[in-house]
T-cell receptor, first 112, second 115 residues
Framework: GEQVEQLPSILRVQEGSSASINCTYE??????FPWYKQEPGENPKLIID?????ERKQTQGLIVLLDKKAKRFSLHITDTQPGDSAMYFC???????????FGTGTKLQVVP | DTTVKQNPRYKLARVGKPVNLICSQT?????MYWYQKKPNQAPKLLLF???????READTFEKFQSSRPNNSFCSLYIGSAGLEYSAMYLC??????????????FGPGTRLLVL
């Protein structure tokens, strides 16, 4: 009951278009959902997160949506730029433990 | 300074030999974590320290040891490396645990290759 599924594993989009990554989780107690961006040779960095008391959060070209009923959350990058090309990981965690379960990652490629 | 440091960045080890990886942070974070990351797989939590209390995942319990002699420093120890230990090892820290579910800050990772 701890799996986090992430799709797609590879996403190629045209510069200026939007990109969407979807994650589902199993643990209904999960209440914290961060998203990490990892560029080649760099460590994962938190880019946005959402807690279970919200359904939507938006910041600087990023939108995260949370559907607790469906146990689904998603990241939407609007107006993608080449600098958005990276690996993206979703994660989910619950108050009952400090550990986060990560998705398998999405490799986003933004092409001109 | 929100930097988490890891040493070494690259480590070559022989099968059957011990491996010791080091992580440090100066943010006075309560919790430090170690993850194993293999290509095309999600980062897998191995263990974490909340203050001085070590929590190890059930399926990696016997494979990895750790120590945290002070708040800033945490090590990951493999007593006898096997080929399957080849992976990226990520250290992370967070300010708190529990209700706040605080942000985790990751180090750059140590790439371990076991031959």
């Amino acid at each position: 009951g701890e799996q986090v599924e992430q799709l797609p594993s590879i996403l190629r989009v045209q510069e200026g278009s939007s990109a969407s990554i979807n994650c589902t989780y199993e643990n209904s107690a999960s209440n914290y959902f961060p998203w990490y961006k990892q560029e080649p040779g760099e460590n994962p960095k938190l880019i946005i997160d959402i807690r279970s008391n919200m359904e939507r959060k938006q910041t600087q070209g990023l939108i995260v949506l949370l559907d607790k009923k469906a146990k689904r959350f998603s990241l939407h990058i609007t107006d993608t730029q080449p600098g958005d090309s990276a690996m993206y990981f979703c994660a989910a965690s619950a108050n009952s433990g400090t550990y986060q379960r990560f998705g398998t990652g999405t490799k986003l490629q933004v092409v001109p | 300074d929100t930097t988490v440091k890891q040493n070494p960045r690259y480590k070559l080890a022989r099968v059957g030999k011990p491996v010791n990886l080091i992580c440090s942070q100066t943010m006075n974070h309560d919790t430090m974590y170690w993850y194993q990351k293999k290509p095309n797989q999600a980062p897998k939590l191995l263990l974490f320290y909340y203050d001085k209390i070590l929590n190890r995942e059930a399926d990696t319990f016997e494979k990895f040891q750790s120590s945290r002699p002070n708040n800033s420093f945490c090590s990951l120890y493999i007593g006898s490396a096997g080929l399957e230990y080849s992976a990226m090892y990520l250290c992370a820290s967070s300010r708190d645990r529990g209700l706040n579910q605080d942000t985790q800050y990751f180090g750059p990772g140590t790439r371990l290759l076991v031959l």
